[in-house]
């Protein structure tokens, strides 16, 4: 049951310390961050995440990227931005999967400014946008309401060598 899925990785997640002495690594921090964020329980994902740097656990991108989608799942735009822009701080360099996921959870709460502002920024990075950070930019965009913009964007894709899928035609339409 999926539901539950979330209960029995926060449970191994504390069994396996308190019963066996192992410590959390940065791996088993990501997976159950995952796990919480995909059931929607933010709050207890980002516990985990505020808890690694004082236990010596340094987060990676993979780590930082899956707590945004937690926080995005949950509604939390604004504590997602603050990880996203932490990144740098932490020595962490962002990538595509950051800014998509930052974008979706802005996206997610209404904020197609802050969406758009975000996507705006990849320009000129050593990676760019993909498929799934135009459907999300374009889906802000259309949910707020700025369809010019987002028609834009969508017909700016193949310039920029990304292929529209079948999610980019329904945002665009939408």
Not at 77 to 89: L, N, P, Q, R, Y
Request: proline content about 3%; some cysteine; glycine content about 10%.
């Amino acid at each position: 049951e999926k539901g539950g899925q979330w209960e029995k990785a926060m449970e191994l997640f504390v069994f396996m310390e308190d019963h066996h002495g192992v410590t959390p690594d940065v791996i088993s921090c990501s997976a159950t961050i995952s796990a919480l964020g995909k059931a929607g329980q933010w709050e207890k994902a980002l516990d985990i995440f505020n808890s690694m740097d004082p236990r010596g656990i340094r987060p990676n991108v993979i780590t930082c990227n899956a707590v945004i989608s937690a926080l995005g799942n949950g509604g939390q735009w604004e504590k997602a931005i603050e990880v996203f822009d932490s990144m740098g701080s932490r020595g962490i360099r962002q990538n595509v999967i950051s800014h998509s996921a930052v974008i979706s959870a802005c996206e997610k709460s209404g904020k197609w400014e802050k969406a758009l502002e975000v996507f705006d920024s990849m320009e000129g990075r050593d990676f760019g946008p993909n498929t799934i950070t135009f459907n999300t930019v374009i889906s802000a965009l259309g949910k707020g309401g700025q369809w010019e913009k987002a028609l834009d964007i969508f017909n700016s894709m193949e310039d920029r060598g990304v292929k529209p899928d079948v999610i980019s035609y329904n945002a665009a339409i939408s």
